[in-house]
């Protein structure tokens, strides 16, 4: 996918998610987060940013091709995002 698609495609996820109000909004994959809002140092877990009212959170992606997160560490950091949504 390329830059633009991605920033076009963060133009069209901010209208749905002011529309639509939900509590929190997961992004897998640290790159394509990056470069859709222009966030150079974000880092995996809750995000200072918001999208409208929404709490943001950044996650690995899952894919098998993502040598930084094994099965283990994966676990962790989606059972971070579930314990905060339950907050």
């Given at each position: 996918?390329?830059?633009?698609?991605?920033?076009?495609?963060?133009?069209?996820?901010?209208?749905?998610?002011?529309?639509?109000?939900?509590?929190?909004?997961?992004?897998l994959g640290?790159?394509?987060?990056?470069?859709?809002?222009?966030?150079?140092?974000?880092?995996?877990g809750r995000?200072?940013?918001?999208l409208g009212?929404?709490?943001?959170?950044?996650?690995?992606?899952?894919?098998?091709?993502?040598?930084?997160?094994?099965?283990?560490?994966?676990?962790?950091?989606?059972?971070?995002?579930?314990?905060?949504?339950?907050?």
């Amino acid at each position: 996918m390329h830059d633009d698609e991605l920033r076009a495609g963060a133009r069209t996820l901010r209208r749905k998610v002011t529309r639509y109000k939900p509590q929190w909004v997961a992004f897998l994959g640290l790159t394509a987060y990056r470069v859709a809002f222009g966030r150079k140092s974000a880092t995996i877990g809750r995000q200072e940013e918001i999208l409208g009212r929404s709490e943001v959170w950044l996650l690995p992606n899952p894919s098998g091709l993502n040598a930084h997160y094994q099965l283990p560490d994966l676990a962790v950091v989606f059972g971070e995002l579930r314990a905060a949504a339950r907050r």
